[in-house]
């Protein structure tokens, strides 16, 4: 058995309203020993109504304790308003950030979170989930707007979109239980992750393995768990993955870069079942797929074999590696100094009439290649050169407290005429 002092220390964020209830559900279940929990929101009174004891209005001096009413600018500026106590709650080898994407508080308060966490340290996994597509076209936008921010922010994010869930329902399912059912999926996503690293096992995945496949490379990541029972289990489980609607009818295993495999089972699982179950997930992925293995034997499931999955594939941020924050440095930016761009003046440029009088051959090849003062010139007529365009560096806006693009040494970030010091006229 793996020894308690092994184990990193977690904390769960549950982050606006929908991530308060899950957070207090995951809570209430109690399958987390030993991690902290705290949920953080702008209303005060869905606060209140957690059973998470340890609660942080954010946001007061902006919002009076009344919520964002589905402001996302309003959410990060009432989680910037915190961010010294965000910080301080964030001190953990490994957090996971709970939330609802769509909202004001969550979708804007949530990606300052993980981007503070990880700059104290922390191993930050989000696990969010996207509205249903009843829920309009403003709470979409919102969310896929958030979901930006946290792949930036984050080490990794766990994506649960609500639409695929409802394909796993029934129809006739009462709008509440849907929702509820939401809140179990993140919920169990979140169990499912800590039952890797806490739960004793024949294969243990340690948090180390889990910081080496996740750590800084920004990656999205779906999540499913399957049973199957029988003598023909094992073909039975991964059949369902194959065609699970949360891992995308299997596109989500087809495309991923990385794979967290779990596989438990009763006191008789064998080790072929086990060995043939992860080979046939594996030839759901690419060849090249990182796969990170761990295998139990549960007593609780007596004749049944359990698969989890959590898919991921690296985002555009870690294909241009973004340097990792860390305690000691601050996110890396890259500015130039105005007096260092050249400038040209109107007697360098080509006099307008001689190139419009040129042949096309001629003023493409050879007026171009001649000095200034060795172009002839049409005396007589008026020559009319447009002003140097006084552009000076512009706020990055709501990217201002995000770490730079940084890629061979260049700040993408920064227009491409200003990283080759050109003067647009």
């Known amino acids: 058995m793996k020894a308690p002092s092994m184990l990193p220390t977690v904390k769960v964020i549950g982050f606006g309203n929908a991530g308060c209830a899950v957070a207090g559900r995951v809570y209430q279940q109690g399958l987390l020993a030993g991690a902290e929990f705290l949920v953080m929101n702008t ?55 709970l939330v609802g994407l769509g909202g004001g508080s969550g979708t804007g308060g949530a990606p300052v979170f993980a981007r503070l966490a990880r700059e104290v340290g922390a191993l930050v996994i989000v696990i969010a989930t996207t509205p249903f597509e009843f829920e309009g076209g403003l709470r979409r936008a919102n969310a896929e707007a958030g979901l930006q921010d946290l792949r930036a922010a984050a080490d990794a994010v766990i994506v649960l979109p609500n639409g695929n869930l409802a394909r796993l329902l029934d129809e006739r399912t009462p709008v509440t239980e849907a929702f509820r059912a939401v ?38 990541s779906a999540f499913a768990s399957v049973e199957a ?12 993955l194959a065609t699970h609607p949360c891992l995308d009818e ?17 006191p008789e699982v064998s080790l072929a079942e086990i060995d043939r179950a992860s080979r046939e997930v594996g030839r759901l992925c690419p060849d090249n ?21 959590f898919p991921a594939r690296w985002t555009a941020v870690n294909v241009l590696s973004q340097p990792v924050p860390n305690r000691a ?42 000095p200034p003062q060795a172009r002839p ?5 008026k020559t009319n050169h447009q002003p140097e365009l006084n552009l000076f560096p512009a706020s990055r806006g709501r990217f201002d407290n995000t770490p730079a693009t940084i890629h061979q040494n260049e700040n993408l970030d920064e227009p491409t005429f200003r990283r080759r010091n050109l003067v647009l006229n």
């Open 229 to 240: 029972s029988g003598e023909s289990r094992v073909r039975e489980a991964v059949s369902k």
């Open 377 to 381: 010139s049409r005396r007589g007529r």
């Open 43 to 97: 209303d005060q009174a869905a606060l209140a109504s957690c059973p998470v004891p340890s609660q942080l209005c954010v946001g007061l001096p902006v919002t009076r304790g009344l919520g964002t009413g589905g402001d996302i600018e309003l959410g990060r500026s009432a989680a910037e308003r915190d961010a010294a106590a965000i910080r301080a709650s964030a001190d953990a080898s490994l957090v996971f950030v």
């Open 289 to 309: 797929v990182q796969m990170l293995v761990g295998t139990s034997v549960d007593e609780a499931l007596v004749g049944r074999l359990r698969i989890t999955v």
């Open 250 to 266: 299997g596109r989500a295993l087809a495309q991923a870069d990385a794979l967290i495999l779990s596989l438990a089972g009763g």
């Open 329 to 370: 440095s601050p996110p890396l930016r890259v500015h130039l100094d105005p007096a260092s761009v050249q400038t040209l003046k109107p007697s360098d440029l080509p006099d307008v009439g001689e190139m419009e009088s040129a042949e096309p051959e001629t003023a493409n090849s050879n007026a171009a290649a001649l």
């Open 183 to 220: 809140g179990d999926r993140a919920a169990e996503a979140v169990t499912g992750l800590w039952r890797l690293l806490a739960q004793p096992g024949i294969l243990p995945v340690d948090f180390a393995g889990l910081e080496r496949l996740v750590r800084g490379r920004h990656a999205e």
